[in-house]
């Protein structure tokens, strides 16, 4: 990437507070001003009994699939505070880098992590195609896609969603946000999930609605691109993969010029 390519240019991070750190790390090191305005927040579950009961039976799960970092950070926090260990016997599967690099943070070894980082690439996997019989476990947040569950429950397996943690909407207000898109210092706005785009939208209120239409979208993926054509602005940058990097790629195309992706 050419280092100099962001610089001075003011990028919104929508990601949560707890997440955003390495893209807010990366952006400055550009010399980009990194602006956070998370739009979601991440909560522990109302109720810990389907992480509980998971947890105390993993040795009977034939895969564990672990669908974000998030899911990855409660529920092995949540292990290790009840003194359980990992059994010999499951295979892990993250859906994309970010959430394996966590799980080997944690010590863990991730048996599958598929090409292409979505719930779409893990279900392409060889491995997961016959999976008739197995009992697998989908450690997720609440609202979550039901992808996954469906098309492992019409191969055969025997699936249980875990809930790991919660989203909210934030209260934050949107009024210092929109001052700095006036004063003409806010340049494009990343969105990492379908869900915080919409969440920012609704954020930003009319005015901010309105200047979206000539705001550039980085967006993680496909699915997250969908959302913001749904609503009627123009088709956003679409990073190459689900990772940090990619929406570095994503960025650094759009600095340069280069028209969004048909």
């Not at 090191?29 to 579950?45: C, K, M, N, Y």
């Not at 991730?110 to 979505?118: A, I, M």
């Not at 967006?219 to 940058?237: F, N």
Request: hydrophobic residues 45%; proline residues 7%.
């Amino acid at each position: 990437m050419n280092s100099t390519i962001l610089r001075g240019k003011g990028i919104v991070v929508t990601r949560p507070r707890a997440l955003a750190g390495e893209m807010l790390t990366l952006l400055e090191a550009q010399g980009a001003r990194a602006i956070l305005f998370p739009a979601v927040e991440i909560e522990a579950p109302e109720n810990w009994q389907s992480l509980d009961d998971a947890l105390h039976q993993l040795v009977a799960y034939d895969w564990v699939i672990f669908s974000s970092r998030n899911a990855v950070a409660f529920a092995l926090s949540r292990l290790q505070s009840r003194n359980l260990s990992w059994p010999v016997g499951p295979r892990i599967a993250a859906v994309g880098r970010e959430t394996a690099k966590a799980l080997r943070e944690f010590g863990l070894q991730v048996d599958l992590v598929p090409r292409r980082f979505s719930s779409e690439g893990l279900l392409e996997s060889p491995e997961l195609l016959d999976v008739r019989g197995q009992r697998i476990a989908l450690f997720a947040g609440d609202q979550g896609r039901e992808l996954l569950e469906k098309t492992l429950d019409e191969r055969g397996a025997i699936t249980d969603q875990v809930l790991c943690y919660r989203r909210r909407l934030p209260g934050t207000n949107p009024t210092p946000l929109l001052h700095a898109w006036a004063r003409g210092e806010l340049d494009a706005v990343t969105v990492t999930s379908p869900e915080i785009f919409n969440n920012f939208y609704q954020m930003v209120g009319g005015l901010g609605q309105r200047w979206l239409k000539n705001t550039p979208i980085i967006a993680i993926s496909p699915l997250t691109a969908e959302a913001v054509t749904t609503v009627g602005l123009p088709a956003p940058w679409i990073a190459p993969e689900a990772s940090t990097a990619g929406m570095l790629a994503a960025l650094t195309e759009w600095a340069q010029g280069l028209a969004p992706a048909p």
